[in-house]
């Protein structure tokens, strides 16, 4: 059994992006080396190299204190690193947690009860408040798409046991604000975190025209499943903020009506088994739901465009008791392949942060599974799994893996403690089981010798897709360092440890 804190997954999400794991890294300024020094390397500690074939890895460790970015590639068993001194960045889509936020509007049917009972209050010169009581109230949930939008829909309605102060604005123009929940009651509260909570623990699955989420509970008009959103532009969705009508996609969105789906919200698939439903991800050409069913076991279907599942796997059964905590999906650079950790525990052993964990791996060829790899993951004492890939033929697993130290030293006259990260720890694996067939450091280039500039400045090392392109950043005057020399007499300005 493995004991964490409830918080390692989000920890990990924060680390994570579509392709990309984040560490601690200091600037250029005080790299004096020249380009070289800059240059990732991956030293053998183990093993053959001859393990490292069939494996892709690309990756960029982008330094933020000048326009520096290192390349580094492992492909056909070849490591290679290449420093670029030109500004530019890499532009990769992260694995956005599903955010959204929630409102209790008045319900509906309960508007025109509401309305005639409201009492004007004068706030100001120029406004008045108008002050009611409601006991029906539509919970809505809005969901950020980054890069997208947002989409509004309505979730559930509850009745209060007694009725609950409610309050908006009247501007002179004669705008109306929708009513407002005064104080949240607890009953209210309560509902609306749970959602959220159930969403911030799974990532977007995106295509080019759609995103999608796994919906863990029936709503009002979407059922439970894997959905897909169509979101209403950002600038669009500020305006309706601000009491404006809005018209998108031959629609017309009145202002001050909290209570209005906004934007779209379908469900392309429910297993028709399905007791609550975890996560989606795609493989290949297919999309993915990862659910719990009504007999306790976890499943990963494959669907298609129009909605239909072409496969169904078996991930794990639960015990009596257990239930998902959480699924965590890592960074993937092979299009048909996806990795992810579902955690799960018994309410008792949730309360004592005591979780088990499953890797799952599954591989996808013209919508059907041709691998699947699941792996009970003991502990992190080796380090905090990053990315994972599985060889060309399917018979080795390449993981990387956080390093992490801690350096104590004195300054100023007091002892200070800092988690110092990298280099990456990488090995190689039978698929199944076996012994380490490599092992071996990456060093990113990341540079942990200067206290004040890495607890200051920080930079990325990115796990990234090759198909993803760079764009310039801002120009910055930096020093030639590739003509220059170290200098070994030198004297660092502040004390170092």
């Given at each position: 059994?493995?004991?964490?804190t409830?918080?390692?997954?989000?920890?990990?999400?924060?680390?994570?992006?579509?392709?990309?794991?984040?560490?601690?890294?200091?600037?250029?300024?005080?790299?004096?080396?020249?380009r070289?020094?800059?240059?990732?390397?991956?030293?053998?500690?183990?093993?053959?190299?001859?393990?490292?074939?069939?494996?892709?890895?690309?990756?960029?460790?982008?330094?933020?204190?000048?326009?520096a970015?290192?390349?580094?590639?492992?492909?056909?068993?070849?490591?290679?690193?290449?420093?670029?001194?030109?500004?530019?960045?890499?532009?990769?889509?992260?694995?956005?947690s599903?955010?959204?936020?929630?409102?209790?509007?008045?319900?509906?049917?309960?508007?025109?009860?509401v309305?005639?009972?409201?009492?004007?209050?004068?706030?100001?010169?120029?406004?008045?408040?108008?002050?009611?009581?409601?006991?029906?109230?539509?919970?809505?949930?809005?969901l950020?798409?980054?890069?997208?939008?947002?989409?509004?829909?309505?979730?559930?309605?509850?009745?209060?046991?007694?009725?609950?102060?409610?309050?908006?604005?009247?501007?002179?123009?004669?705008?109306?604000?929708?009513?407002?929940?005064?104080?949240?009651?607890?009953?209210?509260?309560?509902?609306?975190?749970?959602?959220?909570?159930?969403?911030?623990?799974?990532?977007?699955?995106?295509?080019?025209?759609?995103?999608?989420?796994?919906?863990?509970?029936d709503?009002?008009?979407?059922?439970?499943?894997?959905?897909?959103?169509?979101?209403?532009?950002?600038?669009?969705?500020?305006?309706?903020q601000?009491?404006?009508?809005?018209?998108?996609?031959?629609?017309?969105?009145?202002?001050?009506?909290?209570?209005?789906?906004?934007?779209?919200?379908?469900?392309?698939?429910?297993?028709?088994?399905?007791?609550?439903?975890?996560?989606?991800?795609?493989?290949?050409?297919?999309?993915?739901?990862?659910?719990?069913?009504?007999?306790?076991?976890?499943?990963?279907?494959?669907?298609?465009?129009?909605?239909?599942?072409?496969?169904?796997?078996?991930?794990?059964?639960?015990?009596?008791?257990?239930?998902?905590?959480?699924?965590?999906?890592?960074?993937?650079?092979?299009?048909?392949?996806?990795?992810?950790?579902?955690?799960?525990?018994?309410?008792?052993?949730?309360?004592?942060?005591?979780?088990k964990?499953?890797?799952?791996?599954?591989?996808?060829?013209?919508?059907?599974?041709?691998?699947?790899?699941?792996?009970?993951?003991?502990?992190?004492?080796?380090?905090?799994?990053?990315?994972?890939?599985?060889?060309?033929?399917?018979?080795?697993?390449?993981?990387?893996?956080?390093?992490?130290?801690?350096?104590?030293?004195?300054?100023?006259?007091?002892?200070?403690?800092?988690?110092?990260?990298?280099?990456?720890?990488?090995?190689?694996?039978?698929?199944?089981?076996?012994?380490?067939?490599?092992?071996?450091?990456?060093?990113?280039?990341?540079?942990?010798g200067?206290?004040?500039?890495?607890?200051?400045?920080?930079?990325?090392?990115?796990?990234?897709?090759?198909?993803?392109?760079?764009?310039?950043?801002?120009?910055?005057?930096?020093?030639?360092?590739?003509?220059?020399e170290?200098?070994?007499?030198?004297?660092?300005?502040?004390?170092?440890?």
């Open positions: 059994m493995k004991s964490l409830p918080s390692r997954p989000q920890r990990r999400f924060l680390a994570g992006a579509v392709a990309a794991v984040m560490v601690l890294a200091a600037g250029l300024g005080y790299r004096v080396a020249g070289g020094a800059l240059d990732a390397t991956l030293t053998r500690v183990s093993g053959s190299d001859e393990a490292l074939a069939g494996f892709t890895l690309y990756g960029q460790t982008r330094h933020n204190t000048a326009n970015v290192t390349t580094f590639t492992l492909q056909n068993g070849v490591f290679t690193s290449e420093t670029d001194l030109d500004a530019q960045i890499l532009t990769a889509e992260e694995p956005y599903v955010r959204g936020g929630t409102r209790w509007a008045v319900a509906p049917a309960a508007r025109e009860e309305n005639a009972a409201a009492e004007a209050v004068r706030d100001g010169a120029d406004t008045l408040s108008l002050q009611s009581e409601a006991s029906r109230f539509r919970l809505m949930l809005s950020d798409v980054p890069g997208r939008g947002t989409a509004q829909l309505p979730v559930e309605e509850v009745e209060t046991p007694s009725p609950v102060a409610v309050r908006t604005k009247l501007q002179a123009e004669g705008a109306l604000y929708d009513w407002l929940v005064a104080d949240t009651p607890q009953l209210l509260d309560t509902s609306a975190r749970d959602l959220l909570t159930a969403l911030d623990r799974q990532s977007w699955t995106f295509t080019p025209d759609a995103a999608y989420f796994a919906m863990p509970v709503t009002l008009t979407v059922p439970a499943g894997l959905c897909k959103v169509e979101a209403i532009p950002d600038d669009l969705w500020a305006a309706r601000n009491e404006q009508a809005i018209e998108y996609g031959g629609k017309t969105y009145a202002a001050g009506d909290a209570a209005e789906e906004i934007g779209s919200v379908s469900t392309l698939y429910t297993p028709a088994d399905a007791a609550s439903c975890v996560a989606t991800f795609a493989a290949g050409e297919s999309l993915g739901l990862v659910y719990v069913t009504t007999d306790n076991i976890v499943k990963a279907d494959l669907v298609d465009a129009a909605g239909s599942c072409t496969a169904s796997v078996e991930l794990l059964t639960l015990a009596e008791g257990q239930h998902v905590e959480n699924c965590f999906r890592y960074p993937q650079q092979r299009a048909s392949d996806v990795a992810f950790e579902l955690s799960y525990c018994t309410e008792a052993e949730r309360q004592n942060a005591q979780y964990n499953l890797l799952c791996l599954l591989r996808v060829e013209d919508g059907a599974p041709t691998a699947l790899i699941r792996r009970p993951q003991e502990d992190d004492s080796d380090g905090y799994l990053r990315y994972i890939d599985l060889s060309d033929d399917g018979t080795r697993l390449l993981t990387v893996r956080t390093n992490t130290s801690e350096l104590r030293y004195t300054r100023r006259g007091y002892t200070q403690t800092m988690i110092i990260i990298g280099p990456y720890g990488v090995a190689v694996a039978p698929a199944e089981a076996g012994e380490p067939l490599y092992t071996g450091l990456l060093d990113a280039g990341q540079d942990t200067q206290i004040d500039q890495l607890a200051e400045h920080s930079g990325d090392v990115m796990l990234y897709t090759p198909a993803i392109e760079l764009e310039p950043k801002a120009q910055v005057v930096i020093p030639d360092l590739a003509a220059s170290p200098d070994s007499t030198q004297t660092p300005k502040e004390e170092t440890p």
